[in-house]
């Protein structure tokens, strides 16, 4: 369902810290999610995505990690840099080709 | 790369006008959506589009209708616009046989 409020979650971290964003999803169905990057006025960006047969996935300096038993998906960042400072977005494939998404986390990277 | 182009980028509107959001895509991808973003809500559907001549609703529909008379561009349109409708609008496309989405850079729509 829809997060419904004023204020995104925010993660601030240190430059060269990991980071880790957390995202809970709704449909025991969904067969495949994927991380979204969006930066300020500009639509989002894969970043990476994962299928439900799968538990784990990495990518360049990003992992993607599922729990299919409680329902969560976490993005993973290494040495997070400024340039990470961003929304990110997590969406669950339902059917089809119809995701739906998270309401998002802001991620602040501190110099 | 995909290139998925909104032509309006930023556009003011009058209560009551009616309001056109163009999309363009230059990939050849079937399917096609249209989806709104509010601060807290996240993205939310509002038609998708599997083909030519072809659109279904999508969670939030009500107050706008759409297009799709060739296959590389899907148009959202508002038939009389409301001040709710102020928001930034993002269109998408992705192949069938593909389950990456990719988005356009986005239409911020005022509504005054």
Redesign the interface.
């Known amino acids: 369902g829809e997060s419904v409020g004023l204020h995104l979650p925010t993660l601030s971290v240190q430059e060269g810290d990991n980071s880790i964003i957390n995202c809970a999803y709704s449909n025991s169905a969904s067969d495949y999610f994927i991380w979204y990057k969006q930066e300020s006025g500009k639509g989002p960006q894969f970043i990476i995505d994962i299928r439900s047969n799968m538990d784990k996935r990495q990518g360049q300096r990003v992992t993607v990690l599922l729990n299919k038993t409680v329902k969560h998906l976490s993005l993973q960042i290494a040495a997070t840099q400024p340039g990470d400072s961003a929304v990110y977005f997590c969406a669950e494939n339902t059917y089809g080709n119809k995701l739906v998404f998270g309401a998002g986390t802001i991620l602040r990277v501190k110099s | 790369d995909v290139k998925?182009t909104q032509s309006s980028r930023y556009l003011v509107k009058r209560t009551g006008e009616k309001v056109f959001l163009e999309c363009v895509q230059d990939m050849d991808h079937e399917?096609m959506f249209w989806?709104r973003q509010d601060?807290?809500?996240?993205?939310?559907?509002i038609y998708?589009s599997y083909d030519v001549k072809m659109k279904e609703k999508?969670d939030i529909p009500e107050g706008y209708s759409v297009s799709r008379e060739k296959k590389e561009r899907f148009s959202l349109i508002l038939e009389s616009a409301s001040t709710n409708q102020t928001s930034m609008y993002?269109c998408a496309t992705?192949q069938?046989s593909g389950?990456?989405?990719?988005?356009?850079?986005?239409s911020w729509l005022t509504v005054v």
């Open positions: 998925v399917n989806y601060p807290g809500l996240g993205l939310r559907l998708f999508g993002l992705v069938n389950n990456t989405i990719y988005f356009g850079e986005g």
